[in-house]
């Protein structure tokens, strides 16, 4: 599908933990438009792999796996469903284990090339806000609103404590400070579609702001534009 003609799209990019889902998800209940969560594809792509017991080194084989998995994802009355091969693995790609392993996939040239067709296929349907990595520089170059949001890592290792901690989940901050860390550099340094902010894109610090705050400021720049 030619990107060139997918327009009507708000691109929402930024490193881990730095407010993109929640902001998102508010952004496109404000103004009508459907939310696609591009992470929750290369964390269902990974889970299929790691339950099919396929060996992470063969790119092949997950280009294969990641071609042939049936993947719904559900983002009805604000709630996230993800479906792959029928099974409800909504939980499940959250995993510490599916978190740390989606680099070994989402560096994969035929892996990306599927799932970024995917992702244009359901934007071209309705007006989307489309959240993750390369939205504003790869899936979506002609999206008429670009965000990059950004925040302090120590900031972001806080929220994702947090929001761990609220789920009844107890982990160690400073190792989930790392990880967070290493995941954002290998995903900043790799070869293929590396997450940078798009040179027409609005970058929004969010260090010190509300999620109110910065939802305000998205739906206001959206509403110029839109
Ligand atoms: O947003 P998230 O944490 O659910 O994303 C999970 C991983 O997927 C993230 O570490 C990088 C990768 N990803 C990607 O490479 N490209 C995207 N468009 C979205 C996510």
Redesign the pocket.
Known sequence: MDPEHITEVVAIDGP?GAG??TAARRLAKLLGFAFL????M??AATWRALDGGINLGDHTALALSTQQMDLRIDESDGKQTVLVDGRDVTEAIRSPEV?RE??RL?AILEVRGHLVELQRHVASLRPTVA?????GTV?FPRAKCKFYLEASLDERARRRFEELRSKGIEVDFQALRDEIEI?DRK?MTRAI?PLRPADDAIRIDTTHLTLDQVVDQMAARARLVF
Not at 131 to 135: A, H, K, L, S, T
Request: charged residues 35%; proline residues 0%.
């Open positions: 881990a993109k889902s969560d591009t992470g929750a290369y964390r978190t989606i680099y989402d959240e993750g990595r390369d939205m899936v995941r995903t579609s």
